[in-house]
Structure formats: structure tokens, C-alpha cells
């Protein structure tokens, strides 16, 4: 992907130091300090130009929420979004949300073991050619990694719009052990979910008319603990 940034978007982030983080190296293990709280953390992984993690911070104030990209525009565009959504809740300055600046291929260096409860995996690339799997955000060699960085809550929650990627990533959670629930091939079939925050792509996908596929995946021992003992409700 190729973004063309405004001039000076580096000094622009710079200034922004109550919402942007551009070294995320410095706070591994450290992030509960740069909340200031001991709430769960909550990571979106390639957030895109930010309105579902702008959505998510105001929609529940009792998690912590981190939004990653590799790309300053990506982060300048979120930091507009999130600022707006914020100030639409009376002007408040976003406080349980921040935006880093990081290349996904290096996660473990940007957070400790157990220090996320949950993942965030929307519209990823779906790299289509069988040499580029491996960069899928889905593949084992990143769930290996995912599953050291989550703790006993932890959860993946996945969305795209990729039929070809879902039922790659449904064999991935399977090949590694892991229990997915809440499998859907099309999310807001028969109107919007109103449940679930959208992200740019997905409003536009939606307009489409096109199936949006998710499920989540447990990860912790107490979160597949949870799945266990309501599975069957499901059913009944």
C-alpha cells in the first residue's frame, strides 16, 4: 500500500503525545501506565483509517484500546476520527484509547506475554497468492505469536469480507488447537448488526450487498472456560 501523507505528518503525530505512541517498543509490558488504569487492553492489528477503534473506545469506556498501523497517514487519519468521536461525547479528550505506530510483523516486541485480552483482526490484507500466505494475520506462525501476547481472557475476534481468507483462517484456529464460536458467513444479512462497531470497509462492503464473514476465537484458558459452559445454551 502506498499512502501519500500531508507534509510534516511526522511533527503533526509528534505533537500528539496524548493519543499517538510512535515508539511502542518503550512500553512493552508497560501499556497499564500509559493508561493510567488497570482495565483490559483491547488491540486492533492494521486499524485502518480508524473508525472502528474511534467507535469501540467511546462505545465501552471500561477497556483500554489500542489501534496499530504501520503507516503515519493511516495514524494521522485515525487521530482525526477518534478526536471527533470523542468530542461528540461533550468534548472530552480520548483517554482510553491510543494509536501506535508499528509494523504487526514485530507484535511481540511491542507488547509482553498476557498483557492483551483481546485481538482485533478486521478486513486484513487476504494476500491471495499461495507464496504470500504466511503474511496472512491469520497464520499459525502469527496465532503462535497472538496466543503468547494474550492472557487467560484472551480472544480473537476476525472479520473480512474474503470468503478465500475465512476459510483459510477457520483451518488455521484448527490446526493450532483453537476453539472458535460465533461463526457467521454474513453478519448483517437482513439488516444492519447493530451490535457490532463497522469499520470503513465494512460500511462500504455492506452498502455492496456483500456477506461480511466473522467469528471469534478463544484463547485463554478462562475464556474457553466461559465457551464451555454456555456452548450448550446455544443450542437449546
Known sequence: MRLRGR????????????LVVLN??????????????????????????????SGMSVKYPDVNFIGMDMYDELIRRASEK?????????????????????NIEMIEEFFAPGEVERIYLNFSDPWPKKKHWR??????????????LLNENGEIHFKTDSRVLFEFSLNAF??????MSDISLSLHEGGINEAHV????????????????????????AALQRYHERKMEMFK
Open 198 to 221: 463497522m469499520t470503513e470497509y465494512e460500511s462500504k462492503f455492506v452498502g455492496q450487498g456483500m456477506p461480511i464473514y466473522r467469528c471469534e476465537v478463544m484463547v485463554g484458558e
Open 135 to 148: 503474511r496472512r494475520l491469520t497464520h499459525p506462525r502469527f496465532l503462535e505469536k497472538y496466543r503468547h
Open 7 to 18: 507534509k510534516g505528518i511526522r511533527e503533526h503525530l509528534e505533537q500528539q503525545q496524548d
Open 82 to 102: 477518534v478526536r471527533a468521536k470523542w468530542d461528540e461525547q461533550g468534548g472530552l479528550k480520548p483517554q482510553t484509547v491510543r494509536l501506535a505506530l508499528g
Open 24 to 53: 511502542p517498543r518503550e512500553y512493552k509490558g508497560r501499556w497499564a501506565e500509559v493508561f493510567g488504569n488497570g482495565r483490559p487492553i483491547h488491540i486492533e492489528l492494521g486499524m485502518g483509517k480508524g473508525q472502528f477503534i
Open 174 to 179: 484448527a490446526a493450532v488447537g483453537l476453539q
